[in-house]
């Protein structure tokens, strides 16, 4: 089936620092899946971060980076300088069509002034 | 902006009970979904529904059950709760059912089945 494989747990960096999320898929169906990362701030719900639908392409939102890469099924999420307001949770996802939807485990970010 | 509203934020019932889920979304798109996130965090899609109309049904116990009155509610009916049930359901809405839709989730409703 298809599935998204990300870095677990915590992750801890320094505020000004760069940071990255790997975040790798394995897809049985057909085709190419669209790929997402969403955030969870504290006492928030889920919202789309930003979403690449196009192999070969860089998505970006709020500093934040993400480029689809088919060959290495990879769509890891980099920042050049975090802010403590980025601490959250990241969740990287695929989907295809309409009925398929997974996401990752989810990579609790928490960054130090 | 909070738009996709859920009720109740958490639930503690026991085994055998039935418990109902609200969702509500004031977005004006036609396609809602429920999924279960359970303690590993894995995010699946359990219903998806078009415009009232059921069109995504994975495979879920039947004890679950979905209620739509109107393209804005999708409501979860789950008949007589297991402790497995335990985890943190999430209603979504996308303006249609195309793939390259974004899906705007809710806060989530957590249930604990003891």
């Known amino acids: 089936g298809d599935s998204v494989t990300q870095t677990e747990g915590q992750v801890t960096v320094s505020e000004s620092k760069s940071l990255i999320i790997n975040c790798t898929y394995s897809?049985?169906?057909?085709?190419?899946?669209?790929l997402f990362w969403y955030v969870r701030y504290p006492g928030e719900g889920l919202q789309l971060l930003l979403k690449?639908?196009?192999?070969?392409q860089k998505g970006s939102s709020r500093g934040f980076e993400a480029t689809y890469n088919k060959e290495a099924t990879s769509f890891h999420l980099q920042k050049a300088s975090v802010q403590e307001s980025d601490s959250a949770v990241y969740y990287c996802?695929?989907?295809?069509?309409?009925?398929?939807?997974?996401f990752g485990k989810g990579t609790s970010l928490t960054v130090i002034p | 902006e909070t738009a996709v509203f859920q009720t109740p934020n958490y639930h503690v019932t026991q085994v055998g009970n039935e418990v109902s889920f609200n969702c509500k979304q004031t977005?004006?798109?036609?396609?809602m979904y429920w999924y279960k996130q359970d303690s590993k965090k894995l995010l699946k899609i359990m219903f998806s529904?078009?415009?009232?109309?059921?069109?995504v049904n994975e495979t879920v116990p039947r004890r679950f059950s979905p209620q739509s009155s109107d393209k804005a509610h999708l409501n979860l009916r789950i008949k007589s709760v297991e402790p497995e049930d335990s985890a943190v359901y999430l209603c979504?809405?996308?303006?249609?059912?195309?793939?390259?839709?974004?899906?705007?989730f809710g806060p989530g409703t957590r249930l604990l089945v003891l």
């Open positions: 690449v639908i196009t192999a070969g």
């Open positions: 977005l004006g798109h036609d396609t």
């Open positions: 897809a049985t169906s057909i085709g190419y899946p669209n």
């Open positions: 979504a809405s996308s303006p249609t059912t195309g793939y390259q839709d974004t899906q705007y």
């Open positions: 996802a695929l989907r295809f069509g309409y009925q398929n939807f997974y």
């Open positions: 529904y078009n415009n009232k109309q059921l069109i």
